[in-house]
């Protein structure tokens, strides 16, 4: 059973960085598309950023491209989100989310009911 866990989440000025990690374990990381998802309140999920199961692709929506960086490290199970730039708009609680398999050098808009896995959350808060 893939099990995922985020870390990083904290309070941050309008303007300053965070970057958020995801710890995987339970299989070969190399095998999954990651996805990045946030909500908020009252809200549906948001797919903010993929990377395929090379790391080669990568995708973000409109809401966060040219701040946000995706990244993974396979051999170490790990997968980044390295956030600039940030706004109070992007207050949020950040997913990250795995799903079997995958194009080798790219991966589609991220869609929250194609991911099977999901970790349990980091709070992200922006504001002054």
């Known amino acids: 059973q893939l099990q995922l866990v985020e870390s990083g989440g904290d309070l941050v000025q309008p303007g300053g960085s965070l970057r958020l990690s995801c710890a995987v374990s339970g299989a070969d990381l190399y095998l999954y598309t990651i996805g990045w998802f946030r909500q908020t309140p009252g809200k549906e999920r948001e797919g903010i950023s993929c990377i395929s199961t090379s790391g080669v692709g990568t995708k973000y929506a409109a809401s966060v491209q040219g701040r946000f960086t995706i990244a993974r490290d396979n051999a170490n199970s790990m997968v980044y989100l390295q956030m600039n730039s940030l706004k109070p708009e992007d207050t949020a609680v950040y997913y990250c989310?795995?799903?079997?398999?995958?194009?080798?050098?790219?991966?589609?808009?991220?869609?929250?009911?194609?991911?099977?896995?999901w970790g349990q959350g980091t709070q992200v808060s922006v504001s002054s």
């Open positions: 989310a795995a799903k079997y398999g995958g194009p080798f050098d790219s991966c589609p808009d991220p869609r929250s009911w194609e991911y099977d896995y």
